[in-house]
T-cell receptor
Framework: DVKVTQSSRYLVKRTGEKVFLECVQD?????MFWYRQDPGLGLRLIYF???????EKGDIPEGYSVSREKKERFSLILESASTNQTSMYLC????????????FGQGTRLTVV | GDSVTQMEGPVTLSEEAFLTINCTYT??????LFWYVQYPGEGLQLLLK???ADDKGSNKGFEATYRKETTSFHLEKGSVQVSDSAVYFC?????????WGAGTKLIIKP
């Protein structure tokens, strides 16, 4: 069964902490994505990566960074967490090309207090 | 830029009712169109897709037809079940990324 796995389902962090969200996929996909999901706003793209060590900013990259040292792993980093980063974070992966299905992890619900 | 607009929710229906969730898009070229579903507590999963005009995607009793003339991809199901309660997202493929609608929450009452 193909899988995208996010390291935590729920996280509670304090304002100012550095936060790491990890995502691993076992499908040898080239592309990986980080989204945040907020009620009424749908999915907003934070960063994506189409290859190892490559990264591209999405629509809302401010306050975030990413790391992709290995093909299967894509990490989202909140350098200094703030309360407005409280959200559901979703990782996804796709293979290279068009018309491809995106596979999602189960999401990490992050609360910053 | 490319965009997707879908009807606001929540949509509340009784079991066995007919479902339509509207989705329209703006895009250059002819993108592929998708419906994804997110069940409570889970990530998104692909429900169906269509890759060219007049294509019909179908899965689990759901259908959607790619209408180029109306730039629409409405999701329909003839008889909904309680287990269909979820959030439904319309999306299009643009430059190897997916552009998402805001999502429509569907609530089915027994």
């Amino acid at each position: 069964d193909v899988k995208v796995t996010q390291s935590s389902r729920y996280l509670v962090k304090r304002t100012g902490e550095k936060v790491f969200l990890e995502c691993v996929q076992d499908m040898d996909h080239e592309n990986m994505f980080w989204y945040r999901q907020d009620p009424g706003l749908g999915l907003r793209l934070i960063y994506f990566s189409y290859d190892v060590k490559m990264k591209e900013k999405g629509d809302i990259p401010e306050g975030y960074s990413v790391s992709r040292e290995k093909k299967e792993r894509f990490s989202l980093i909140l350098e200094s967490a703030s309360t407005n980063q409280t959200s559901m974070y979703l990782c996804a992966s796709t293979r290279q090309g068009v018309n491809t299905e995106a596979f999602f992890g189960q999401g990490t619900r992050l609360t910053v207090v | 830029g490319d965009s997707v607009t879908q009807m606001e929710g929540p949509v509340t229906l009784s079991e066995e009712a007919f479902l339509t969730i509207n989705c329209t898009y703006t895009a250059t070229g002819y993108p592929s169109l998708f419906w994804y579903v997110q069940y409570p507590g889970e990530g998104l999963q692909l429900l169906l897709k269509a890759t060219k005009a007049d294509d019909k995607g179908s899965n689990k009793g759901f259908e959607a037809t790619y209408r180029k003339e109306t730039t629409s991809f409405h999701l329909e199901k003839g008889s909904v079940q309680v287990s269909d309660s979820a959030v439904y997202f319309c999306a299009l493929d643009s430059n190897y990324q997916l552009i998402w609608g805001a999502g429509t929450k569907l609530i089915i009452k027994p």
